[in-house]
């Protein structure tokens, strides 16, 4: 770490206002985020579950571009697992609702097709739109 605070290795950042009106840098739970051009917040989901991020990813392959914060513990969990694609660039991302609910929306380059990636996307949908 350099005497500014700048962690080497670090793709993402988050700092927080503080009643002092500063701002403090809090990025437990990021240390394998993927950094991308665009960044989609719902600080206030709709269902009243964890605020949670999207982000593009500039590396392809990357994974890790969607993440709640538990307010609680005060760091961030990735949630994308088997719900991100493995096998694509990562270019944009924006929040929504969707059947309802919260969600997220990314724009991907598929890099090659993976039958279990699309199948978990085929699941995901369909439960979506059963209501679970």
Do not use: I, Q
């Amino acid at each position: 770490m350099t005497d500014s605070g700048y962690a080497y290795g670090r793709d993402f950042r988050a700092f927080f206002a503080v009643p002092e009106k500063k701002f403090v840098e809090n990025s437990a739970g990021l240390e394998a985020a993927c950094f991308g051009y665009t960044l989609a917040l719902d600080a206030a989901p709709r269902d009243g579950g964890a605020p949670f991020f999207a982000s593009g990813c500039r590396f392809t392959g990357g994974t890790g571009l969607l993440y709640e914060f538990d307010r609680a513990g005060k760091t961030f969990r990735f949630a994308g697992r088997g719900v991100v694609e493995r096998a694509a660039y990562h270019g944009g991302a924006a929040t929504l609702t969707y059947a309802g609910r919260p969600a997220v929306f990314d724009t991907v380059a598929r890099v090659f097709y993976t039958c279990a990636t699309h199948t978990r996307a085929r699941e995901w949908a369909r439960e979506l739109n059963e209501g679970k």
